[in-house]
C-alpha cells in the first residue's frame, strides 16, 4: 500500500483552514476507517515505579527530580494478573505494563515475558513500555507473545534535546527498528504541551509518517504537570491545539488507533468530545495512568453515554450473559 507522502507545508496548510474544514476532513476520514460511534478501552499497570535513571522533564518518575513518589520493584505476576482481570471485566482490550527503566535487564525480562503470557491467556492484548531495547530483547518479548511495544518519540527531533538529556532521539528510533524488525506492532506517540510549537507537533508526526511502518496505535498525552519536575510550571496547552492536533494524526494516519492519553483528568468533556470528534478512538480506563489520575470508569462511562456511543464495559457483560445461555 502506497502511503500519502506528507511534509511541513501541507500540514501546516491543513491547520491553516477554517476549524471546522479541519474537523470536517478529519471525521471524514475517520468514518472511512472506523466505526464513528465505537471507543476502545485499554489498561495501564505500573509493573516498576519510580527510581528511572533517565531525566525526561516531564517524568514522575525519574530519580533525578523529587516528585515525592513512592519507587516500588517489580510487581508480582499475581498483582498483575488480579488488574488484568479486572481490567477485561471493564471492557479494556489492551493491558499495557509500563516499567521506569531505562531499558530492562536480563534478570527482570523473563519476568515481563510471564506476565504478557499469563495477561494474553485472559484473552487481552500485551502491550509493553520497558525503555530502550536491544535487538535480542525485541525478539525475546516477541517470542514470549508480546502484540505491541509503546515507545514515543514524545516531541520532534529539534524539541528533544530541551526534555531530556540522558539519552538521544537516535536511541529512540533505533529501538523502534528492533521492535518493528522482531515483527512486534508499535505503539508510538507523543506529549503536546511541553512549551513546543506548532512545527514541533507537525515534525513529530512528519517522523511517525516516515517509519517503515506507520504505528497501529498512536497515543497522544497531554502534559500532566507534575510537581518537582522541571515542567511543572508549564502553562497549559490551549484545549483547540490538543484538538487540532488529533485532527491532523487521523489525517495523516486513517487507520491508525489514535489514543486520546494522558491528561484527561484536567480536560472538560467537550474537549474530549471534539478530539474523539477529530478521531481519536482509544482511552485509558482507571483511575489511575502509571502514577498519575485518570478519569474514573464512571466518568468515562457517563461521559460516553451523554454522546450515545458503545460503552465496550456493557458490550463485554452482554457476551458473557449470551455465551452463558
Ligand atoms: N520508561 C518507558 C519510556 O520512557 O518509554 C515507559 C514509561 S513512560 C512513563 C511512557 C510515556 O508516558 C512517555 O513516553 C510519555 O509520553 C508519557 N508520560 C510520562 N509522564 C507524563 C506526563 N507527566 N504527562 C503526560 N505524559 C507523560
Ligand atoms: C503513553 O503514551 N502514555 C501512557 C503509556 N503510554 C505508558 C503513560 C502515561 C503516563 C502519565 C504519567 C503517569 O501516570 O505517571
Ligand atoms: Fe524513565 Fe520513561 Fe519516565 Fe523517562 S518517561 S523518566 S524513561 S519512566
Not at 502491550?127 to 520497558?130: A, E, H, N, P, W
Not at 524539541?159 to 540522558?166: H, K, M, R
Not at 518493528?180 to 508499535?186: E, F, N, P
Given at each position: 500500500m502506497t502511503q500519502t507522502q506528507w511534509n511541513e507545508e501541507a500540514l501546516l496548510a491543513l491547520l491553516d483552514q477554517?476549524?471546522?474544514?479541519l474537523i470536517y476532513q478529519a471525521s471524514s476520514v475517520h468514518r472511512q476507517h472506523f466505526k464513528y460511534e465505537e471507543m476502545?478501552?485499554?489498561?495501564?499497570?505500573?509493573?516498576?515505579?519510580?527510581?528511572?535513571?533517565?531525566?525526561?522533564?516531564?517524568?514522575?518518575?525519574?530519580?533525578?527530580?523529587?516528585t515525592g513518589l513512592k519507587k516500588e520493584k517489580l510487581s508480582s505476576l499475581d498483582t498483575v494478573l488480579n488488574e488484568a482481570r479486572l481490567a477485561k471485566q471493564n471492557g479494556a482490550k489492551r493491558f499495557c505494563m509500563g516499567a521506569a527503566w531505562r531499558k530492562p535487564n536480563a534478570r527482570d525480562l523473563p519476568q515481563v515475558v510471564e506476565m504478557i503470557q499469563g495477561v494474553k491467556a485472559l484473552g487481552l492484548e500485551t502491550?509493553?513500555?520497558?525503555g530502550l531495547l536491544e535487538k535480542e530483547d525485541a525478539q525475546a518479548l516477541k517470542e514470549g507473545g508480546l502484540d505491541f511495544y509503546n515507545h514515543n518519540l514524545d516531541t520532534s527531533a529539534e524539541?528533544?534535546?530541551?526534555?531530556?538529556?540522558?539519552r538521544t532521539y537516535e536511541d529512540r528510533l533505533n529501538?523502534?527498528?528492533?521492535?518493528?524488525?522482531?515483527?512486534?506492532?508499535?505503539c508510538c506517540g507523543g506529549i503536546v504541551g511541553m512549551g513546543e510549537t506548532r512545527l514541533?507537533?507537525?515534525?513529530?508526526?512528519?517522523?511517525?509518517?516516515?517509519?517503515?511502518?506507520?504505528?497501529?496505535?498512536?497515543?497522544?498525552?497531554?502534559?500532566?504537570?507534575i510537581e518537582g519536575t522541571p515542567l511543572a510550571d508549564t502553562p497549559p496547552l490551549d484545549p483547540f491545539e490538543l484538538i487540532k492536533t488529533i485532527a491532523l494524526t487521523r489525517i495523516v494516519f486513517p487507520s491508525s488507533i489514535i489514543r486520546l492519553s494522558a491528561g484527561r483528568e484536567n480536560m472538560s468533556d467537550e474537549t474530549q468530545a471534539w478530539c474523539f470528534m477529530a478521531g481519536a478512538n482509544s482511552i485509558w480506563i482507571g483511575d489511575r495512568l502509571l502514577?498519575?489520575?485518570?478519569?474514573?470508569?464512571?466518568?468515562?462511562?457517563?461521559?460516553?453515554?451523554?454522546?450515545?456511543?458503545?460503552?465496550?464495559v456493557r458490550e463485554n457483560v452482554t457476551q458473557h450473559a449470551a455465551q452463558e445461555t
Open positions: 477554517p476549524f471546522f474544514e476502545e478501552f485499554c489498561t495501564l499497570s505500573n509493573i516498576k515505579t519510580g527510581s528511572c535513571p533517565e531525566d525526561c522533564a516531564y517524568c514522575p518518575q525519574s530519580a533525578h527530580y523529587k502491550c509493553v513500555t520497558l524539541f528533544y534535546p530541551s526534555i531530556i538529556s540522558t529501538t523502534l527498528k528492533h521492535v518493528m524488525d522482531a515483527g512486534l506492532q508499535v514541533d507537533r507537525i515534525r513529530m508526526l512528519l517522523t511517525l509518517s516516515q517509519l517503515p511502518q506507520p504505528p497501529k496505535s498512536i497515543p497522544i498525552n497531554q502534559l500532566i504537570p502514577t498519575a489520575k485518570n478519569p474514573g470508569l464512571d466518568r468515562d462511562v457517563q461521559l460516553l453515554e451523554k454522546l450515545n456511543m458503545k460503552i465496550p
